[in-house]
Protein backbone atom coordinates (compact mmCIF):
# COMPACT_ATOMS: atom_id res chain seq x y z
CA UNK A 1 0.00 0.00 0.00
CA UNK A 2 2.88 2.28 0.62
CA UNK A 3 4.64 1.45 -2.53
CA UNK A 4 1.62 2.73 -4.45
CA UNK A 5 1.06 6.14 -2.50
CA UNK A 6 4.60 6.58 -2.67
CA UNK A 7 3.90 7.23 -6.69
CA UNK A 8 0.37 9.37 -5.98
CA UNK A 9 3.23 11.56 -4.05
CA UNK A 10 5.59 11.34 -6.78
CA UNK A 11 3.28 12.29 -9.33
CA UNK A 12 2.10 15.61 -7.18
CA UNK A 13 5.92 16.33 -7.07
CA UNK A 14 5.66 16.09 -10.77
CA UNK A 15 2.66 18.34 -11.20
CA UNK A 16 4.12 20.97 -8.75
CA UNK A 17 7.14 21.50 -10.17
CA UNK A 18 5.59 21.16 -13.45
CA UNK A 19 3.17 24.31 -12.28
CA UNK A 20 6.51 25.99 -10.80
CA UNK A 21 8.34 24.92 -14.20
CA UNK A 22 5.16 27.08 -16.14
CA UNK A 23 5.06 29.76 -13.77
CA UNK A 24 8.74 30.49 -14.34
CA UNK A 25 8.07 30.73 -18.01
CA UNK A 26 5.47 33.04 -17.88
CA UNK A 27 7.90 35.44 -16.01
CA UNK A 28 10.47 34.92 -18.78
CA UNK A 29 7.88 35.31 -21.39
CA UNK A 30 6.81 38.86 -19.90
CA UNK A 31 10.74 40.10 -18.93
CA UNK A 32 10.39 43.08 -21.70
CA UNK A 33 6.12 43.38 -20.85
CA UNK A 34 6.03 47.15 -19.49
CA UNK A 35 4.61 47.12 -16.27
CA UNK A 36 4.48 43.34 -15.97
CA UNK A 37 4.88 41.93 -12.10
CA UNK A 38 6.30 38.90 -11.43
CA UNK A 39 4.54 35.46 -10.10
CA UNK A 40 5.38 33.05 -7.56
CA UNK A 41 3.98 29.80 -7.36
CA UNK A 42 3.54 28.93 -3.35
CA UNK A 43 3.29 25.32 -2.56
CA UNK A 44 2.31 23.29 0.30
CA UNK A 45 2.87 20.06 1.36
CA UNK A 46 -0.34 17.39 1.66
CA UNK A 47 -1.17 15.11 4.75
CA UNK A 48 -1.82 11.65 3.51
CA UNK A 49 -2.43 10.08 7.00
CA UNK A 50 -2.31 10.00 10.83
CA UNK A 51 -0.89 7.28 12.08
CA UNK A 52 -1.51 6.14 15.71
CA UNK A 53 1.23 5.09 18.16
CA UNK A 54 1.91 3.91 21.56
CA UNK A 55 0.56 5.16 24.34
CA UNK A 56 -1.94 7.03 22.12
CA UNK A 57 0.42 9.20 20.32
CA UNK A 58 0.17 10.16 16.68
CA UNK A 59 2.38 10.91 14.20
CA UNK A 60 1.77 12.10 10.32
CA UNK A 61 2.93 10.90 6.73
CA UNK A 62 3.27 13.22 3.79
CA UNK A 63 1.18 12.29 0.82
CA UNK A 64 3.67 15.16 -1.39
CA UNK A 65 2.52 18.39 -2.49
CA UNK A 66 0.54 21.62 -4.03
CA UNK A 67 -0.23 24.42 -5.62
CA UNK A 68 -1.50 26.41 -2.98
CA UNK A 69 -1.36 30.07 -4.66
CA UNK A 70 0.05 31.90 -7.38
CA UNK A 71 1.33 35.10 -6.07
CA UNK A 72 2.08 38.03 -7.55
CA UNK A 73 5.37 40.06 -6.58
CA UNK A 74 4.67 44.08 -6.72
CA UNK A 75 8.30 45.03 -6.10
CA UNK A 76 9.11 48.09 -8.33
CA UNK A 77 10.40 47.94 -11.67
CA UNK A 78 13.50 49.80 -13.46
CA UNK A 79 12.11 53.50 -15.12
CA UNK A 80 13.42 53.76 -18.59
CA UNK A 81 13.30 57.49 -20.25
CA UNK A 82 11.42 57.20 -23.29
CA UNK A 83 10.88 61.12 -24.68
CA UNK A 84 7.64 61.01 -25.02
CA UNK A 85 5.57 63.07 -23.00
CA UNK A 86 2.42 60.87 -22.66
CA UNK A 87 4.59 57.77 -21.15
CA UNK A 88 4.16 57.45 -17.85
CA UNK A 89 5.62 55.74 -14.62
CA UNK A 90 5.13 55.52 -11.42
CA UNK A 91 7.46 55.38 -8.66
CA UNK A 92 5.74 53.92 -5.70
CA UNK A 93 2.85 51.31 -5.06
CA UNK A 94 0.24 53.31 -6.96
CA UNK A 95 -1.83 51.81 -9.93
CA UNK A 96 -3.14 54.31 -13.11
CA UNK A 97 -7.12 53.52 -12.86
CA UNK A 98 -8.51 53.39 -16.61
CA UNK A 99 -12.12 52.85 -17.18
CA UNK A 100 -13.90 51.17 -19.97
CA UNK A 101 -15.04 47.77 -21.34
CA UNK A 102 -12.96 44.31 -20.55
CA UNK A 103 -14.37 40.84 -21.95
CA UNK A 104 -18.36 42.25 -21.61
CA UNK A 105 -17.18 43.49 -18.14
CA UNK A 106 -17.52 47.49 -17.77
CA UNK A 107 -15.99 49.87 -15.34
CA UNK A 108 -12.51 50.71 -13.57
CA UNK A 109 -9.28 48.11 -14.23
CA UNK A 110 -6.30 49.23 -12.80
CA UNK A 111 -2.64 48.80 -14.42
CA UNK A 112 0.76 49.49 -13.98
CA UNK A 113 1.70 49.81 -17.79
CA UNK A 114 1.84 53.70 -18.85
CA UNK A 115 1.73 53.21 -22.45
CA UNK A 116 -0.77 56.02 -22.57
CA UNK A 117 -1.72 57.91 -26.01
CA UNK A 118 -4.42 60.69 -26.98
CA UNK A 119 -7.38 58.80 -29.05
CA UNK A 120 -9.18 60.62 -31.67
CA UNK A 121 -11.54 62.22 -29.21
CA UNK A 122 -9.11 64.00 -27.09
CA UNK A 123 -8.94 61.19 -24.60
CA UNK A 124 -5.90 60.06 -22.88
CA UNK A 125 -6.13 56.17 -23.48
CA UNK A 126 -3.94 53.05 -23.19
CA UNK A 127 -3.18 50.93 -25.84
CA UNK A 128 -6.56 49.18 -25.62
CA UNK A 129 -8.76 52.18 -25.59
CA UNK A 130 -9.53 52.02 -21.91
CA UNK A 131 -9.57 55.84 -20.94
CA UNK A 132 -6.96 57.18 -17.91
CA UNK A 133 -9.26 58.56 -15.01
CA UNK A 134 -8.29 62.03 -13.52
CA UNK A 135 -9.88 65.09 -12.45
CA UNK A 136 -10.46 67.83 -14.87
CA UNK A 137 -10.07 71.50 -14.55
CA UNK A 138 -13.06 74.13 -14.79
CA UNK A 139 -13.23 76.37 -17.42
CA UNK A 140 -12.29 79.06 -13.86
CA UNK A 141 -9.28 77.21 -13.63
CA UNK A 142 -10.36 75.13 -10.50
CA UNK A 143 -9.45 71.32 -10.37
CA UNK A 144 -12.28 69.50 -9.68
CA UNK A 145 -13.23 67.15 -7.52
CA UNK A 146 -15.07 64.22 -9.19
CA UNK A 147 -13.02 61.51 -11.03
CA UNK A 148 -13.39 60.90 -14.71
CA UNK A 149 -12.15 60.30 -18.32
CA UNK A 150 -9.31 63.12 -18.78
CA UNK A 151 -9.84 64.83 -22.45
CA UNK A 152 -7.11 66.90 -23.67
CA UNK A 153 -7.28 68.20 -27.20
CA UNK A 154 -10.83 69.77 -26.07
CA UNK A 155 -8.86 72.67 -24.10
CA UNK A 156 -8.52 75.86 -25.64
CA UNK A 157 -7.67 78.95 -23.55
CA UNK A 158 -10.23 81.59 -24.40
CA UNK A 159 -8.60 84.82 -24.97
CA UNK A 160 -7.94 88.07 -22.34
CA UNK A 161 -8.04 91.73 -22.93
CA UNK A 162 -5.32 93.49 -21.85
CA UNK A 163 -5.62 95.97 -18.77
CA UNK A 164 -1.97 96.71 -17.75
CA UNK A 165 1.08 97.61 -19.57
CA UNK A 166 4.62 97.87 -17.53
CA UNK A 167 7.03 99.45 -19.57
CA UNK A 168 10.47 100.50 -18.04
CA UNK A 169 13.15 102.31 -19.90
CA UNK A 170 16.15 104.70 -18.83
CA UNK A 171 15.39 108.15 -20.31
CA UNK A 172 18.30 110.15 -21.79
CA UNK A 173 19.06 112.82 -19.37
CA UNK A 174 21.10 114.94 -22.12
CA UNK A 175 18.46 115.01 -24.58
CA UNK A 176 17.43 118.30 -25.19
CA UNK A 177 13.80 119.94 -24.62
CA UNK A 178 11.59 120.00 -27.51
CA UNK A 179 10.40 123.21 -27.98
CA UNK A 180 8.44 122.21 -30.94
CA UNK A 181 4.73 120.70 -30.62
CA UNK A 182 3.55 117.48 -29.89
CA UNK A 183 1.82 116.47 -33.03
CA UNK A 184 0.41 112.52 -33.07
CA UNK A 185 0.28 112.60 -37.24
CA UNK A 186 3.90 113.25 -36.85
CA UNK A 187 5.12 111.58 -33.65
CA UNK A 188 8.55 110.76 -34.98
CA UNK A 189 9.53 114.30 -35.48
CA UNK A 190 7.71 115.17 -32.45
CA UNK A 191 9.11 113.11 -29.82
CA UNK A 192 12.54 112.22 -28.01
CA UNK A 193 11.90 108.74 -27.75
CA UNK A 194 9.62 105.38 -29.06
CA UNK A 195 9.16 101.84 -28.15
CA UNK A 196 6.48 99.25 -29.49
CA UNK A 197 4.16 97.04 -27.35
CA UNK A 198 1.56 94.54 -28.81
CA UNK A 199 -2.00 94.38 -26.70
CA UNK A 200 -5.12 92.62 -27.08
CA UNK A 201 -8.80 93.13 -27.41
CA UNK A 202 -11.32 91.47 -25.50
CA UNK A 203 -11.75 89.35 -29.19
CA UNK A 204 -7.92 88.31 -28.70
CA UNK A 205 -7.25 90.43 -31.79
CA UNK A 206 -3.69 92.08 -31.70
CA UNK A 207 -2.99 95.69 -31.76
CA UNK A 208 0.52 97.40 -32.32
CA UNK A 209 0.65 100.22 -29.89
CA UNK A 210 3.62 102.50 -30.18
CA UNK A 211 4.46 105.02 -26.92
CA UNK A 212 6.14 107.69 -27.55
CA UNK A 213 8.61 109.93 -25.28
CA UNK A 214 9.60 113.68 -25.42
CA UNK A 215 10.98 115.51 -23.44
CA UNK A 216 9.38 118.97 -21.90
CA UNK A 217 11.61 120.01 -19.30
CA UNK A 218 14.27 119.11 -17.34
CA UNK A 219 13.40 116.24 -15.52
CA UNK A 220 10.01 116.31 -17.34
CA UNK A 221 8.79 114.31 -19.64
CA UNK A 222 5.44 113.34 -21.73
CA UNK A 223 3.89 109.93 -23.15
CA UNK A 224 1.26 109.51 -25.82
CA UNK A 225 0.33 105.95 -26.28
CA UNK A 226 -1.02 105.60 -30.72
CA UNK A 227 -2.54 102.78 -32.66
CA UNK A 228 -3.87 102.74 -36.30
CA UNK A 229 -7.07 104.74 -36.79
CA UNK A 230 -8.30 101.90 -38.54
CA UNK A 231 -8.24 100.10 -35.44
CA UNK A 232 -10.57 101.97 -33.47
CA UNK A 233 -14.24 103.28 -33.67
CA UNK A 234 -14.00 106.40 -34.90
CA UNK A 235 -10.66 106.56 -36.51
CA UNK A 236 -8.84 106.66 -40.10
CA UNK A 237 -6.88 103.98 -41.35
CA UNK A 238 -3.52 104.87 -41.74
CA UNK A 239 -3.70 107.31 -39.27
CA UNK A 240 -2.32 107.34 -35.58
CA UNK A 241 -4.85 107.57 -32.97
CA UNK A 242 -3.89 108.66 -29.34
CA UNK A 243 -6.20 106.45 -26.79
CA UNK A 244 -3.70 107.02 -23.70
CA UNK A 245 -0.78 109.56 -22.45
CA UNK A 246 0.54 111.23 -19.42
CA UNK A 247 3.24 112.44 -17.98
CA UNK A 248 6.70 111.48 -16.19
CA UNK A 249 8.78 113.71 -13.55
CA UNK A 250 12.21 112.52 -12.46
CA UNK A 251 14.60 113.55 -9.50
CA UNK A 252 17.76 115.51 -10.14
CA UNK A 253 19.62 112.14 -9.49
CA UNK A 254 17.50 110.39 -12.47
CA UNK A 255 15.19 108.80 -10.15
CA UNK A 256 11.07 108.53 -10.74
CA UNK A 257 9.66 110.68 -8.64
CA UNK A 258 5.72 110.99 -10.43
CA UNK A 259 3.49 108.90 -13.04
CA UNK A 260 0.75 110.64 -14.30
CA UNK A 261 -2.09 109.29 -16.25
CA UNK A 262 -4.21 111.38 -18.21
CA UNK A 263 -6.52 109.07 -20.53
CA UNK A 264 -6.33 105.44 -21.38
CA UNK A 265 -9.24 103.83 -22.57
CA UNK A 266 -9.89 102.56 -26.25
CA UNK A 267 -12.44 101.45 -28.22
CA UNK A 268 -11.33 98.59 -30.65
CA UNK A 269 -13.36 97.89 -33.46
CA UNK A 270 -16.08 94.72 -33.10
CA UNK A 271 -14.33 94.14 -29.41
CA UNK A 272 -15.85 95.26 -26.09
CA UNK A 273 -15.87 99.24 -26.07
CA UNK A 274 -14.33 101.01 -23.21
CA UNK A 275 -11.37 99.03 -22.59
CA UNK A 276 -8.98 100.68 -19.89
CA UNK A 277 -5.42 99.27 -20.22
CA UNK A 278 -2.99 100.94 -17.44
CA UNK A 279 0.26 101.82 -17.94
CA UNK A 280 3.40 101.48 -15.10
CA UNK A 281 6.48 102.92 -15.47
CA UNK A 282 8.28 101.36 -12.45
CA UNK A 283 8.34 102.04 -8.34
CA UNK A 284 8.18 106.18 -8.50
CA UNK A 285 9.00 107.77 -5.34
CA UNK A 286 5.72 110.31 -4.78
CA UNK A 287 2.66 108.37 -6.53
CA UNK A 288 4.00 104.64 -6.01
CA UNK A 289 6.24 105.99 -2.46
CA UNK A 290 9.11 103.55 -3.68
CA UNK A 291 12.51 104.10 -4.53
CA UNK A 292 12.34 105.83 -8.35
CA UNK A 293 15.10 103.42 -9.02
CA UNK A 294 12.83 100.40 -10.13
CA UNK A 295 11.49 101.18 -13.44
CA UNK A 296 12.11 103.74 -15.71
CA UNK A 297 14.67 105.83 -14.88
CA UNK A 298 16.71 109.22 -16.04
CA UNK A 299 19.95 108.88 -16.23
CA UNK A 300 23.01 110.35 -18.85
CA UNK A 301 22.92 107.77 -21.76
CA UNK A 302 21.19 106.22 -25.03
CA UNK A 303 17.27 105.93 -24.15
CA UNK A 304 16.43 102.02 -24.35
CA UNK A 305 13.46 100.33 -23.36
CA UNK A 306 15.00 97.32 -20.29
CA UNK A 307 11.52 95.50 -19.78
CA UNK A 308 8.16 95.81 -21.10
CA UNK A 309 4.96 93.06 -20.47
CA UNK A 310 1.42 92.92 -20.90
CA UNK A 311 -1.48 90.67 -19.48
CA UNK A 312 -3.19 89.95 -22.20
CA UNK A 313 -3.20 87.13 -25.12
CA UNK A 314 -4.65 85.83 -27.96
CA UNK A 315 -6.76 82.57 -27.90
CA UNK A 316 -4.58 79.41 -27.79
CA UNK A 317 -5.20 75.75 -28.72
CA UNK A 318 -3.19 73.28 -27.23
CA UNK A 319 0.60 72.55 -28.31
CA UNK A 320 2.13 70.01 -25.99
CA UNK A 321 1.49 68.60 -22.80
CA UNK A 322 3.88 67.53 -20.00
CA UNK A 323 3.21 65.77 -16.48
CA UNK A 324 4.29 66.52 -12.60
CA UNK A 325 5.08 63.82 -10.28
CA UNK A 326 1.69 65.11 -8.82
CA UNK A 327 0.25 63.90 -11.54
CA UNK A 328 -0.86 67.44 -12.61
CA UNK A 329 -1.07 67.71 -16.91
CA UNK A 330 0.73 71.12 -17.97
CA UNK A 331 -1.09 72.27 -21.38
CA UNK A 332 1.30 74.44 -23.21
CA UNK A 333 -0.84 76.92 -25.65
CA UNK A 334 -0.13 78.25 -29.05
CA UNK A 335 -0.27 81.70 -27.19
CA UNK A 336 2.04 81.50 -24.68
CA UNK A 337 0.26 80.40 -22.29
CA UNK A 338 1.09 77.41 -20.02
CA UNK A 339 -1.79 75.90 -17.41
CA UNK A 340 -3.40 72.82 -15.96
CA UNK A 341 -5.87 70.87 -17.89
CA UNK A 342 -6.21 67.69 -16.11
CA UNK A 343 -4.59 65.49 -12.91
CA UNK A 344 -3.86 61.77 -13.37
CA UNK A 345 -5.03 60.07 -10.32
CA UNK A 346 -3.61 56.58 -8.92
CA UNK A 347 -5.02 54.10 -6.30
CA UNK A 348 -3.81 52.11 -3.65
CA UNK A 349 -5.18 48.95 -1.91
CA UNK A 350 -5.40 47.36 1.57
CA UNK A 351 -4.13 44.54 -0.26
CA UNK A 352 -2.21 44.07 -3.67
CA UNK A 353 -1.77 40.64 -3.67
CA UNK A 354 -5.72 40.38 -3.38
CA UNK A 355 -5.71 41.93 -6.95
CA UNK A 356 -7.58 39.73 -9.89
CA UNK A 357 -4.82 39.08 -12.69
CA UNK A 358 -6.61 39.84 -15.77
CA UNK A 359 -3.90 39.91 -18.61
CA UNK A 360 -2.74 43.03 -20.94
CA UNK A 361 -1.64 44.11 -18.03
CA UNK A 362 -5.00 44.81 -16.08
CA UNK A 363 -5.68 44.16 -12.89
CA UNK A 364 -9.30 44.15 -11.47
CA UNK A 365 -10.53 44.66 -7.77
CA UNK A 366 -11.70 41.64 -5.41
CA UNK A 367 -13.11 41.40 -2.15
CA UNK A 368 -9.39 39.73 -0.98
CA UNK A 369 -7.89 43.62 -2.57
CA UNK A 370 -10.32 45.88 -0.53
CA UNK A 371 -11.64 48.81 -2.28
CA UNK A 372 -9.50 51.05 -4.77
CA UNK A 373 -8.75 54.17 -2.77
CA UNK A 374 -8.29 56.41 -5.77
CA UNK A 375 -6.66 60.43 -5.36
CA UNK A 376 -3.61 62.45 -6.42
CA UNK A 377 -0.46 61.40 -6.66
CA UNK A 378 1.98 61.98 -4.02
CA UNK A 379 -0.41 61.54 -1.40
CA UNK A 380 -1.82 58.86 0.78
CA UNK A 381 1.09 56.45 -0.30
CA UNK A 382 0.40 55.99 -3.99
CA UNK A 383 3.95 57.53 -5.26
CA UNK A 384 5.17 60.16 -7.91
CA UNK A 385 3.98 60.10 -11.82
CA UNK A 386 7.23 60.18 -13.49
CA UNK A 387 6.90 61.49 -17.10
CA UNK A 388 8.55 60.59 -20.17
CA UNK A 389 8.92 56.95 -18.64
CA UNK A 390 7.85 53.72 -18.27
CA UNK A 391 8.44 51.27 -15.72
CA UNK A 392 9.84 48.01 -17.17
CA UNK A 393 9.40 44.15 -16.04
CA UNK A 394 10.64 43.40 -12.65
CA UNK A 395 11.39 39.88 -13.79
CA UNK A 396 14.97 38.96 -12.87
CA UNK A 397 16.76 36.47 -15.32
CA UNK A 398 19.10 35.44 -13.43
CA UNK A 399 17.07 34.45 -10.85
CA UNK A 400 14.23 33.27 -13.12
CA UNK A 401 16.78 30.82 -14.54
CA UNK A 402 17.93 29.65 -10.93
CA UNK A 403 14.39 28.95 -10.33
CA UNK A 404 13.90 27.23 -13.37
CA UNK A 405 17.22 24.53 -12.58
CA UNK A 406 15.66 24.47 -9.09
CA UNK A 407 12.18 22.89 -10.66
CA UNK A 408 13.59 21.12 -13.26
CA UNK A 409 15.70 18.89 -10.70
CA UNK A 410 12.80 18.33 -8.52
CA UNK A 411 10.72 17.36 -11.40
CA UNK A 412 13.88 14.84 -12.47
CA UNK A 413 13.93 13.73 -8.63
CA UNK A 414 10.09 13.07 -8.53
CA UNK A 415 10.43 10.81 -11.60
CA UNK A 416 12.70 9.16 -9.74
CA UNK A 417 10.79 8.49 -6.98
CA UNK A 418 8.35 6.89 -9.36
CA UNK A 419 10.40 4.83 -10.99
CA UNK A 420 11.58 3.82 -8.32
CA UNK A 421 8.47 2.91 -7.04
CA UNK A 422 7.74 0.83 -9.90
CA UNK A 423 10.84 -1.32 -9.80
CA UNK A 424 10.25 -2.26 -6.00
CA UNK A 425 6.27 -3.19 -7.27
CA UNK A 426 7.87 -5.27 -9.92
CA UNK A 427 9.86 -6.79 -6.84
CA UNK A 428 6.75 -7.73 -4.81
CA UNK A 429 5.14 -9.11 -8.03
CA UNK A 430 7.84 -11.19 -8.68
CA UNK A 431 7.52 -12.95 -5.71
CA UNK A 432 4.87 -15.32 -6.78
CA UNK A 433 7.31 -16.86 -9.25
Known amino acids: MSLLSSMYTGVSGLQANGMAISIIGDNIAN ?59 ISGSGFFVLNGTVNGVSGNFYSRAGQFSVDRDGYLVNPDGLRVQGYSVAADGTMQATVGDLN ?31 DPNDP ?97 ITTDGGTGLDGTTQFAGPSSVNFQSQDGYATGSLQMISVSPDGVIMGTFSNGEVRPIGQVVLATFQSIEGLDRLGNNLFLQTRASGQALIGAASTGNRGSVQAYNLELSNVDLAEQFVNLISAQRGFQSNAKVITTSDQMLAEVVNIKR
Do not use: C
Request: no cysteine; net charge negative.
Open 31 to 89: VNTIGYKASRGNFADVLQQTILGPAGTTSQLGGGTRLSNVQQLFTQGMLQNTGLGTDLA
Open 152 to 182: LTGVNVPPQATTAIQLTANLDASADVLTVAW
Open 188 to 284: ANTSSFSTTITVYDSLGTAHQVEVYFRKTAANSWEWHALVDGGEVNGGTPGVPYEFADGTLTFTSNGELDTEVINNNSVDFVGATAGQVIDFDFGDS
